[in-house]
């Protein structure tokens, strides 16, 4: 079955939310991406090395990363010539097929590790700005909708405001925040949620740390004692390890994304902001150049707004015009 074909059998004839909620967030990163694909095909009639070249530009300027670019482009040559394909229209579809299989990674599990007896810990990590604090908050209410109890740690101590944003979060949502003052040990603060969450049968606890610069080497080793005062506290915890950055800034999500991961066990990417880029293709970067699952990603501003990450949803959101296009032209 044609990637279109399946993309259309499977979502255009829902009205789904989360579904909808993809395709409208990514409108930016579509109206750039898609748009200029399809321009790209109007003026080329004939596949040949200078469309090759066109493609590559707007790949990299959609931030797609260099790497992944280069690859990609090498895969679309081979299948041209496999195919013999010569018309620029029919390799739009294979452009569309190559994105999702570099999005759908075999054997990769995009699901939060909750566990089903005891209590889960999610430490959350990222540099200062990326919107860290909210989506543990964002996280907070999601996993009670889904019937859980969750409490939160605020374990940045040194931010100003970090722990009076937490507790506005928790205050939001309902749920408890442990905190100490500003200043003291991040490690002596999840200490404690652990206890607190262990003692009151809690189902969840979100770790907040601190986010200094991610060269900083006294931060990973401030994550590292974290890490250990939870392992020891509960076997096999942190149960995930993520890591939160912003999808607007691009190739710097990537960059910070390589550094937490050479330093610290990252399970799982958050990334937010990704209704207000125009440059969304930083998520095939991240998930070709890098073994590290996209797990969360933030779609809009309201508390409801974090959705765990789906390939087929996010491809559909990037090229549901030319799939509903593709619909159209059947029906007539």
Same mark, same amino acid.
């Given at each position: ?101 570099? @999005? $759908? /990674? ?7 590790? #909750? ?5 889960? =810990?999610? %430490?959350? +990590? ?96 401030? @994550? $590292? /004692? ?7 506290? #509960? ?5 995930? =390890?993520? %890591?939160? +950055? ?87």
């Amino acid at each position: 079955m044609s990637f279109f074909k399946r993309m259309k059998d499977k979502f255009t004839n829902q009205s789904e939310t989360v579904t909808e909620k993809f395709r409208d967030g990514l409108e930016k990163t579509r109206n750039s991406f898609s748009t200029r694909v399809n321009e790209l095909v109007k003026n080329y009639r004939k596949v040949d090395e200078e469309f090759f070249e066109e493609l590559e530009e707007i790949l990299i300027e959609a931030d797609v990363g260099v790497a992944t670019v280069m690859d990609l482009i090498d895969e679309l040559k081979d299948e041209a010539r496999r195919q013999n394909i010569k018309d620029t229209e029919k390799l739009q579809v294979v452009i569309s097929e190559k994105l999702a299989e570099f @999005l $759908e /990674k075999e054997d990769e599990d995009n699901k939060l590790n #909750i566990q089903e007896d005891g209590l889960t =810990v999610i %430490l959350f +990590v990222g540099v200062n700005g990326v919107g860290k604090t909210t989506s543990i908050g964002k996280l907070a209410h999601k996993l009670k909708q889904e019937g859980k109890t969750v409490m939160m740690a605020a374990g940045d101590t040194f931010r100003a405001g970090a722990i009076d944003q937490l507790q506005v979060w928790g205050d939001r949502v309902g749920v408890d925040v442990v905190k100490h003052s500003e200043g003291s040990d991040p490690a002596a603060v999840v200490f404690d949620a652990v206890q607190s969450a262990k003692s009151r049968g809690v189902d969840v606890l979100l770790c907040d740390t601190a986010g200094r610069l991610q060269n900083k080497v006294n931060l990973m080793n401030e @994550l $590292e /004692k974290i890490k250990r005062v939870i392992g020891r506290e #509960i076997p096999d915890a942190p149960h995930e =390890v993520l %890591l939160v +950055v912003d999808a607007t800034t691009g190739q710097n999500a990537m960059s910070q994304a390589k550094t937490f991961s050479q330093t610290t066990d990252v399970s799982g990417l958050v990334l937010t902001k990704l209704d207000g880029t125009a440059k969304g293709g930083i998520v095939l970067a991240i998930r070709h150049e890098l073994e590290i699952p996209v797990k969360l990603v933030g779609l809009g501003e309201k508390v409801d707004d974090l959705y765990e990450f789906d390939a087929d949803r996010f491809v559909y959101g990037l090229f549901s015009d030319l799939i509903m296009e593709e619909q159209d032209e059947t029906i007539n």
